[in-house]
């Protein structure tokens, strides 16, 4: 579900050719001393407001107007660019005339403007006391933040290695003042100058296959339509950390257009961010003035409309956003690649890496969903000739007890026929290999994602990328500003936490951590309760449907009920993880997030999994026999399984969690900002007319659109990681999670891609190198699904007391067969018998059971190994049930040792950079051996020709 290439920028495309939409920017001067005033509610701010206008005099108007080239009518009535159509907009600052913190914004946007970037404001169609602050970085300010941040742009190939030949080389460094290309990257002509290991070779050629198998069969539907997106194979890209010294080394044909508007955003927010608002230190940052109210709001805006009249094939894309909502986030599209490195140029490496984490998941799903299936189609084609089931359904002469007290009667066992089937589909002879599969397969999606990661690393220019040092959280910065220490780094002073300070909060915040999850235990018992009681309630239920199915009724509303508290207590876990995090008081906004992502994994996959382990490990376990069971609150009796097993209560749990819970992300996801930017459009058409819409400019139009989440991405890949736990974790019990996870992303990727370019305000382009924590929490889900898996299979499923039956105690006991006709009689073996008159009173059933033989009931059979009432130990444990124990516990040691060297054996053999990855990096470093060589062996040679004008003697100088 993902494409990614290296490359240029991409201009709008028109007929299949690109073209730049931009004019060139000339220097614009404003009068931003007669604009200030604006700020001041004491001052006449109605004077300077035109309708939707807020401006200065005249004479700045005939200062806009500067001699030069004509500027395109559809400029200045695209909004996007300034009055005068030349300057684009690169950021908007919104805020009310009505805010208070007007002196702060007054000293911020002075040293906005001391900075060099360029300002205009206007005031709001739909309500005067909104303001929009619009910004314009100019050529000087690009260029020199650039070079500050690092950027890396494009720039004129010089090969001085191979003078003559094609040039297959991309990264460069500065020596001597020169550049020197040092990294071959051609796609066509690729040197191989080392010898790997042959297990690399092999890895290579198995990521080739599996990169096959998920592009579905056939390829060709999923590749991009070329005709639509010309510029999406790209050639080669040079790139180099831009350098104003070295400016005329890059290929610029328009400075408006060098820099792409992502990286535009990115270098005024890196400004905004270290400009200060009050006289101090450290009242800096527009996140500041966000947090106090300064201003309402800060976005760079979206380029234009995403919708066009006009076909896209015919007339090409109007912007970078319809071009990504005709090829990525239109339904039409839900079979295609995903163009990476568009979505990365728009909405920045941050988030073209989400998307393409979502899109190697999604597209690694498909052989496990196919294996989940054939697992399921197994149990189905296999199905008429499972000996378990048939005896099940032929079994009408064996009376089974009530699974509950009073009000449950006798029932024949041929009755759970239906559930035996069903059991059988998701518990058969298959499942053991799925388990180990889905192990196998957890860890080579990991590794491979590792690959996949350093090719989009490496292809995105972030593999030399560091973060910069994080500024202080204002709320840390105010809680300890008495406290101040020497940074190591900088070598300034900043606020510090004391060790004893920062235990305590974390002894703190770990407490909260303990209570909550014993809350969730509590909800656990709650639903406990609630199906002990309900069973018996449904068990005297006059409908003979829900009656005579008292268990599935009870089983299925449960799981109902506990998704609605999932739900509710989410709510209350976002508050208290973020209470929590706050308290610990982390010093930055990477601590503070990861922070913050561990509680809320935490919170949730405890509270969306506590109810699914009770019912896999717990239910039925501990419920004593029939005459000696077990109660909760020396009152109600525990709940046991079906006839036909536990596993079908699991499935059910399962199943219907999984669909409700993706149902209702998919919903809220898309439903709450479509519902909320419908109401804005509908409030917005009453007042004025079905032309208003159209006539605002691109920053009303943005916005009325909902800001993106206050926790950026981690919505999102909360999300997906809980759904990966839900596939990984008990997928041994529900073989079709797979599937339903794959079915669910194909749908959300395009849900989320939707949601970005329509619904919401562009986000910031950040950087990133990988996912961050979330790397971490996926290891340790997959090393939990192993060991669940192995108790599943052990515990909650039939496999092990039939795989003891049929070696040990069955026909073919010592032949070492293990077929369905050595499974005859094993039905029978695996019920116990109870004499009825045993019954304790509060248990003794109303029906006597003479429906089934004219005659009450004497006996009646329950699934346990244990003698029978007539033996020298009553209800005692018999010999088989110690031996399938013993194979159960040897079963979990040996799956468990056996996975695991699996996974450690493919860690192993799989390398985490590509082969020819690893040879382009292994040649980077060897071209910088030579040059530096070169370099020398140049200046020597050089030194040597002066000392040779000069007259001096070189008989023993070398070289």
């Not at 805020?95 to 906005?112: D, G, H, L, M």
């Not at 009249?309 to 986030?329: M, Q």
């Not at 009530?402 to 759970?416: E, G, Q, T, V």
């Not at 007539?870 to 088989?880: E, I, K, R």
């Amino acid at each position: 579900m993902e494409a990614s290439s290296s490359g240029s920028t991409i201009s709008s495309v028109t007929g299949g050719k690109t073209k730049t939409h931009q004019p060139v920017a000339k220097d614009v001067n404003i009068f931003f001393d007669e604009l200030e005033g604006v700020n001041s509610p004491s001052k006449d701010d109605d004077s300077l407001l035109r309708h939707g206008n807020l401006t200065s005099t005249s004479d700045d108007a005939s200062r806009l107007e500067v001699v030069g080239e004509e500027v395109p009518d559809k400029n200045k009535t695209s909004g996007l660019y300034f009055r005068d159509g030349k300057c684009r907009i690169d950021y908007i600052l919104v805020y009310r005339k009505s805010n208070p913190q007007t002196e702060k914004r007054e000293v911020f946007e002075r040293n906005i403007r001391a900075e060099g970037l360029q300002m205009e404001k206007e005031s709001s169609l739909t309500n005067s006391d909104i303001i929009f602050v619009k910004l314009h970085a100019p050529w000087e300010v690009l260029g020199k933040y650039a070079e500050l941040m690092n950027v890396r742009m494009p720039f004129r190939p010089f090969n001085p290695f191979s003078a003559g030949a094609p040039c297959i080389l991309v990264r460069c460094c500065f020596l001597n003042g020169h550049f020197i290309e040092i990294n071959g990257r051609s796609r066509r002509s690729r040197r191989k100058i080392y010898y790997l290991h042959r297990r690399y070779k092999f890895m290579n050629r198995i990521e080739k296959q599996i990169s096959r198998f998920r592009g579905w069969l056939p390829r060709k539907p999923m590749k991009l339509d070329k005709e639509t997106l010309p510029d999406l194979e790209e050639n080669d890209c040079y790139t180099a950390p831009f350098s104003q010294q070295r400016i005329h080394h890059f290929i610029i044909h328009n400075k408006d257009t060098f820099f792409n508007n992502a990286t535009r955003s990115r270098i005024v927010h890196h400004i905004l961010q270290r400009v200060k608002y009050e006289e101090g230190k450290n009242k800096i940052g527009l996140n500041r003035l966000l947090s106090n109210g300064s201003y309402e709001a800060a976005f760079p805006l979206h380029e234009g409309s995403y919708r066009s009249k006009n076909s896209i094939k015919t007339h090409g894309a109007e912007n970078h956003r319809h071009l990504l909502y005709e090829c990525w986030a239109s339904w039409g599209v839900w079979y295609k690649y995903q163009p990476l490195d568009l979505v990365r140029r728009y909405f920045g490496e941050k988030i073209g890496l989400y998307f393409a984490w979502l899109g190697w998941y999604t597209g690694m799903l498909f052989p496990a969903a196919f294996i989940g299936l054939f697992v399921f189609l197994y149990g189905v084609t296999t199905l008429n000739h499972c000996q378990v089931s048939k005896e099940v359904c032929q079994a009408t002469d064996i009376i089974m007890c009530p699974i509950c007290d009073k009000y449950c009667p006798f029932m024949r066992l041929s009755d759970s026929c239906i559930y035996a089937k069903v059991t059988h589909l998701f518990d058969n002879g298959a499942t053991v290999f799925f388990a180990v599969f889905m192990a196998v397969w957890a860890t080579v999606f990991l590794e491979f994602w590792k690959r996949r990661r350093a090719v989009i690393a490496y292809d995105w220019d972030l593999i030399d990328w560091e973060e910069e040092e994080e500024e202080i959280r204002p709320q840390f910065e105010a809680k300890y500003s008495k406290k101040e220490r020497m940074n190591p780094i900088s070598g300034k002073p900043e606020p510090y936490q004391a060790f004893a300070d920062k235990c305590s909060r974390l002894i703190v915040s770990a407490s909260g951590i303990f209570f909550m999850i014993c809350v969730v235990i509590a909800a656990v018992f709650g639903i406990v309760i609630y199906r002990v009681v309900t069973v018996s309630t449904f068990a005297a239920f006059k409908w003979a449907l829900i009656r005579n199915n008292s268990q599935v009724a009870t089983t299925g509303t449960a799981v109902c009920i506990n998704f609605c508290i999932i739900m509710l207590l989410n709510v209350l876990y976002e508050k208290v993880a973020l209470f929590l995090t706050n308290l610990e008081q982390p010093r930055t906004e990477s601590e503070w997030e990861n922070s913050f992502t561990l509680k809320m994994f935490l919170f949730q996959f405890v509270n969306l999994n506590s109810s699914t382990f009770y019912i896999a490990f717990f239910l039925g376990r501990f419920t004593g026999h029939p005459g000696a069971y077990l109660r909760l609150i020396n009152r109600w009796r525990l709940e046991e399984c079906h006839p036909s097993g536990c596993l079908i209560d699991l499935c059910m749990q399962m199943g219907i969690i999984m669909v409700l819970k993706q149902t209702w992300n998919n919903f809220m996801e898309l439903g709450y900002p479509l519902i909320q930017n419908w109401w804005t459009r509908r409030k917005l058409r009453q007042e004025y007319g079905t032309q208003g819409k159209t006539s605002f400019p691109q920053w009303e139009k943005d916005y009325n659109l909902q800001p993106m989440n206050a926790y950026g991405l981690f919505d999102e890949y909360l999300e997906m990681i809980l759904q990966f736990g839900f596939t990984t974790i008990f997928v041994a019990a529900f073989p079709l999670a797979p599937l339903l996870a794959l079915l669910n992303n194909i749908i959300e990727i395009r849900l989320d891609a939707y949601k970005f370019v329509t619904q919401w305000r562009r986000p910031l382009a950040s950087r990133a190198k990988d996912i961050g924590i979330w790397y971490g929490i996926l290891e340790g889900i997959g090393i939990l699904s192993v060991i669940t898996n192995a108790f599943v299979i052990a515990v909650t499923s039939d496999f092990i007391p039939r795989l003891v039956y049929a070696y040990k105690y069955g026909p073919c006991a010592g032949q070492g067969e293990a077929g369905q006709r050595c499974m005859v009689g094993y039905v029978n073996a695996s019920l116990s018998v109870f004499l009825v008159s045993d019954f304790e009173n509060r248990s003794e059933p109303t029906s006597n059971g003479s429906e089934f033989s004219g005659s009450p009931l004497k006996y009646c059979r329950y699934r346990d190994y244990r003698d029978p009432p007539h033996s020298p130990v009553p209800y005692g444990y018999t010999l088989q049930f110690w031996h399938v124990l013993a194979a159960r516990l040897a079963f979990i040691i040996v799956f468990e040792h056996l996975v695991f060297c699996i996974k450690h054996l493919i860690s192993y053999l799989i390398p985490d950079l590509p082969k020819d990855l690893r040879d382009r990096m292994r040649r980077e470093k060897y071209l910088i051996q030579e040059m530096m060589y070169e370099a020398e062996l140049e200046r020597l040679q050089k030194e040597r020709k002066e000392r040779k004008k000069n007259g001096k003697s070189y008989h023993n100088e070398w070289p």
